[in-house]
């Protein structure tokens, strides 16, 4: 079956640690993108790709690293630069279509982070 | 910098009732629309796409409009039913998604 998997489902993170949250793809798609939800906000973008071995920041990169070095992978590293990471992160990834894709996005099943 | 605006942040409505969710955005140079489900702690189901030249777009009981001028778009779910009850966001793509904080739709049997 072809879809984006996110891995773990849940996390916990102890004050001060890193953690890499995981996003695999296996539909082709070129793009690729984090996003943060927080209760009754919508959806922030942090990080996305375009290509392998490129990426930019979204609007709330801060605290946050990504790499790109495989076209089905993008994992999010929280570092402990992010004060307030506990969130619910999406990936999601869009079919290849220009840099301005007329395609639409789709989304993995999330990752819920726990701050203790 | 778009702002997108989801209102009524939720609704609670009769079995059979008809629904209409409402989006607008700030700026009207968008390549597309789209709206979203989200059920409790799962992620986002793609349910219409409204391309900037089109003015609505369908999918069995969804019927989504797209007014670029005014910058409003339209979801209409008729003869609703328990199995509608969830989140529902609208995205603005202008070379990035910008979301809506979403409406929570709660269906009654």
């Known amino acids: 079956d072809g879809g984006i998997t996110q891995s773990p489902k849940y996390l916990f993170r102890k004050e001060g640690q890193n953690v890499t949250l995981s996003c695999e793809q296996n539909?082709?798609?070129?793009?690729m993108y984090w996003y943060r939800q927080d209760p009754g906000q919508g959806l922030r973008l942090i990080y996305y790709?375009?290509?392998?071995?490129?990426?930019q920041k979204g609007d709330i990169a801060e605290g946050y690293s990504v790499s790109r070095e495989k076209k089905e992978s993008f994992p999010l590293t929280v570092t402990s630069a992010q004060k307030n990471p506990t969130a619910f992160y999406l990936c999601?990834?869009?079919?290849?279509?220009?840099?301005?894709?007329?395609?639409?996005?789709?989304f993995g099943p999330g990752t819920r982070l726990t701050v203790l | 910098k778009q702002e997108v605006t989801q209102i009524p942040a939720a609704l609670s409505v009769p079995e059979g009732e008809n629904l209409v969710l409402n989006c607008s955005f700030t700026?009207?140079?968008?390549?597309?629309l789209q709206w979203f489900r989200q059920d409790p702690g799962k992620g986002l189901t793609s349910l219409l796409l409204?391309?900037?030249?089109?003015r609505e777009q369908t999918s069995g009981r969804l019927n989504a409009s797209l007014d670029k001028s005014s910058g409003r778009s339209t979801l209409y779910i008729a003869a609703s039913q328990p199995g509608d009850s969830a989140t529902y966001l609208c995205?603005?793509?202008?070379?990035?998604?910008?979301f809506g904080a979403g409406t929570t739709v709660t269906v009654r049997a």
């Open positions: 999601a990834s869009r079919p290849p279509g220009g840099t301005y894709s007329y395609n639409e996005q789709f």
């Open positions: 539909l082709n798609h070129d793009a």
């Open positions: 790709s375009q290509i392998v071995n490129d990426f």
């Open positions: 700026d009207s140079a968008i390549y597309n």
């Open positions: 409204i391309q900037s030249s089109q």
């Open positions: 995205a603005v793509n202008d070379y990035k998604l910008s």
